[in-house]
């Protein structure tokens, strides 16, 4: 027997103003410095830039070091987008019995895993008596620096 997933839907947060913010036309060397471009090429919107779908899309923040190799860091912002398909291999956002996680699904010999992104972490195999709901699944990674 295979374990449904479930898509969990809410209510999208109140609209935000939008900023539009100045994007350069030259492009920032990260090996040798190279002379700076004075023109400005356009305006950037975050929000048009991140999120394809804001009826649709949510924002959290990770915890923990267990999808480091996908480049999910502590405190990172994840966007995430309730519109796009849970299938093998993406990175989702899930309600595992009650608790948040952040993990890779995969389908393996026909079984759904959760899969960490850190050699320290076991993966979870899902099985009926694990309640699995899936929020959506995440589309960039915001990282500070």
Known sequence: MHTK????FWAASMPQPKVL???YGGKVAAGFPSPADDHLEKTLDL????VQKPAATFFVRAQGNS???AGIHPNDILVVDRSIDPVPGKIVICALNGELTV???QRNKGQ????SENPEYADIVIHDDL????WGVVTTVIHPV
């Not at 997933?5 to 969990?8: A, G, I």
């Not at 929000?47 to 991140?50: A, P, V, Y």
């Not at 759904?112 to 899969?115: E, I, T, V």
């Open 112 to 115: 759904w895993q959760l899969q």
């Open 5 to 8: 997933l479930n898509t969990v």
């Open 103 to 105: 993990k890779r699904l």
């Open 131 to 134: 309640e699995l709901v899936v």
């Open 21 to 23: 913010l100045p994007l």
């Open 67 to 69: 999808m480091l190799g």
């Open 47 to 50: 929000n048009e830039l991140l």
